[in-house]
């Protein structure tokens, strides 16, 4: 038998949702965590879970200049930290005629520069020990898209890619990162989450009012369970070779397969054009189907 190693995580925004979930599951499982919030409430509550293994960090991840001095504390005070888990983030919902560069630059804030502000902090002692991983919460998102949340989509697309290049810098210091893309999950994310820029273009009613009235809808009813997808994080955590991205939910993963099933289709349609680029290609700029 052997015996079980006990790690520490890291995990960002684990006042609710998911990443409460995670963090649950990682003290059950007998991990420490040192797990952000933003509030002196939530950091209480959090400490309060396991007052030996939980450890709440106040740490906006848009304060980038913050991250690396919170980080290096809270690894002298609690452990170097072997698993990082960048999950804080948040969704804006919003027609991109009607959102402002701020709605943009305050998602790209909070999902992309706020994780690798995040990973550049852990990742100097990781390399040095020649282990570490990384896991970065996307979204199914950041491989599909929907009308209505082109900036999250955006911001994931931005973090999928971040995580799939960073893992092949780092395969060969044994740092793996995986991106962890959930379908839609019972959390507050739809809820008092979400950033909704306010409708004014009556252009795109038909388009965007289902959709926003669906969400909301939606919020509370969601199929995915934050508890299950902790165990999902957790067999990750303890796969030898885990992978480059992991989606959660049937939800993700149907939506997933029609995607790469239409892209075959559309790559397949426009394959003589899509080759007819090169220096000394003659096959001329014309469709193939
Ligand atoms: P949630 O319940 O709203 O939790 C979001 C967490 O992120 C909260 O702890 C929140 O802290 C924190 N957070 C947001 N902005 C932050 C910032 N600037 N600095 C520090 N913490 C911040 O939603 P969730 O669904 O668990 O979201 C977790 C992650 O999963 C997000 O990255 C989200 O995009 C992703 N995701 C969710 C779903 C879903 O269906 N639920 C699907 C795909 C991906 P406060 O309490 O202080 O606001």
């Known amino acids: 038998m052997t015996t079980p190693t006990f790690k520490t995580f890291l995990i960002t925004g684990v006042s609710s949702g998911l990443g409460r979930a995670f963090a649950e599951g990682a003290l059950h499982a007998g991990h420490r965590v040192i ?34 001095v919170a980080v290096t504390a809270a690894e002298r005070q609690v452990g170097i930290i072997d698993v990082l888990v960048n999950n804080a983030g948040y969704g804006h919902e919003g027609v991109l005629e009607e959102s402002s560069i701020d709605d943009l630059h305050r998602q790209f804030s909070a999902n992309v520069f706020g ?22 919460v996307t979204s199914m998102g950041g491989f599909i898209t929907m009308p209505g949340i082109s900036f999250y989509c955006g911001s994931k697309f931005a973090l999928e890619g971040i995580s799939e290049a960073l893992g092949k810098e780092l395969a ?47 919020s509370g009813n969601q199929p995915g369970d934050p508890a299950k997808a902790a165990q999902a994080l957790l067999a990750l955590v303890e796969s030898a070779n885990p992978p480059v991205r ?42 193939s189907a």
């Open 35 to 68: 797990g952000t919030v933003r509030r002196a409430a939530d950091a209480e509550a959090f400490a309060a879970l396991a007052p030996d293994r939980a450890h709440p960090l106040v740490l906006d991840v848009t304060d980038f200049d913050a991250i690396p």
């Open 246 to 287: 992991l989606f959660l939910g049937d939800d993700a993963l149907d939506l997933v397969e029609q995607k790469l099933e239409a892209m075959k289709v559309e790559l397949g349609a426009w394959d003589t054009l899509s080759r007819s680029t090169s220096f000394g290609c003659d096959r001329g700029a014309t469709r």
């Open 172 to 218: 060969s210091f044994g740092i793996r990162v995986t991106a962890l893309a959930p379908g839609q999950f019972r959390t507050d994310w739809a809820g008092r989450s979400m950033d909704r820029t306010p409708r004014t273009i009556g252009d795109y009613d038909a388009v965007m009012d289902p959709i926003r009235a669906a969400r909301h809808a939606k």
């Open 115 to 136: 994780p690798v502000a995040m990973m550049k902090a852990v990742l100097p002692g990781m390399r040095e020990r020649r282990r570490g991983r990384i896991i970065n």
